[in-house]
């Protein structure tokens, strides 16, 4: 069975710091990984996704994620924030074709000018 | 090519009444997954289907249900509303369930129940 945990349903950070946000994931077998981004009233975006061809994954709007099998994390990094990057965010795992995709209970970033 | 769209956009309803929405995948997709999103509880998975078979289905109550039609659109159904199904209803769409296919989200339908 797969699960994903998100820590820190709230993360603050400064315009211009770095922005990290968690996610670790449990899976029987190799696993893909997404992460998304959900702006007020509007439906997920996709950010990026891990699909085993490159460990180190480049998004949109400069995010990028790190898939460590080691420590089962896939965690989302911006080098600098902007205050366009408030908003909800949620890492997803997926194995088998035919499985369903799981969903983290999302992280809330708050950019502070 | 045209993105997930979802009807209506808002809806309010009373309880006890029941409603339906609809969700139509972007073309060439024929998987389709209803989320509830609420402030409290997150997403919540409802169900999936995929050419006119369910899937995969969350944890609800017989009262959510839903159904696939050969263009791959899909509609859910919510029977006796209660307050506490007022949510962001979202539809997502993939070629194919699960794998390395990402979902494709819709705007959401705002449900409000009262």
């Known amino acids: 069975a797969q699960s994903v945990t998100q820590l820190g349903s709230h993360v603050s950070v400064s315009e211009g710091a770095l922005v990290l946000l968690r996610c670790n994931y449990s899976?029987?077998?190799?696993?893909?990984l997404f992460w998304y981004v959900q702006y007020p009233n509007q439906g997920l975006q996709l950010l990026l996704k891990?699909?085993?061809?490159?460990?180190l994954v480049k998004g949109i709007n400069g995010f990028e994620a790190e898939f460590k099998k080691s420590e089962t994390s896939f965690h989302l990094t911006k080098p600098s924030a902007h205050m366009s990057d408030a908003a909800e965010y949620f890492c997803a795992v997926s194995d088998i074709p035919g499985n369903q995709f799981y969903f983290g209970t999302g992280t809330s970033l708050t950019v502070i000018p | 090519k045209a993105g997930v769209t979802q009807t209506p956009r808002y809806l309010i309803k009373t309880r006890g009444q029941q409603v339906t929405l609809s969700c139509s995948p972007i073309?060439?997709?024929?998987?389709v997954s209803w989320y509830q999103q609420t402030p409290g509880q997150g997403l919540q998975f409802l169900f999936e289907?995929?050419?006119?078979?369910?899937?995969n289905k969350g944890n609800f109550p017989g009262r959510f249900s839903g159904r696939q039609f050969s263009n791959s659109r899909s509609e859910m159904n919510v029977s006796t509303l209660e307050l506490g199904d007022s949510a962001l209803y979202l539809c997502?769409?993939?070629?194919?369930?699960?794998?390395?296919?990402?979902?494709?989200f819709g705007p959401g339908t705002r449900l409000t129940v009262t």
């Open positions: 997502a769409s993939s070629i194919t369930p699960g794998g390395s296919y990402e979902q494709y």
């Open positions: 899976s029987s077998v190799p696993p893909y």
């Open positions: 289907y995929f050419s006119e078979t369910q899937r």
């Open positions: 073309s060439g997709h024929r998987s």
């Open positions: 891990y699909t085993s061809a490159a460990t």
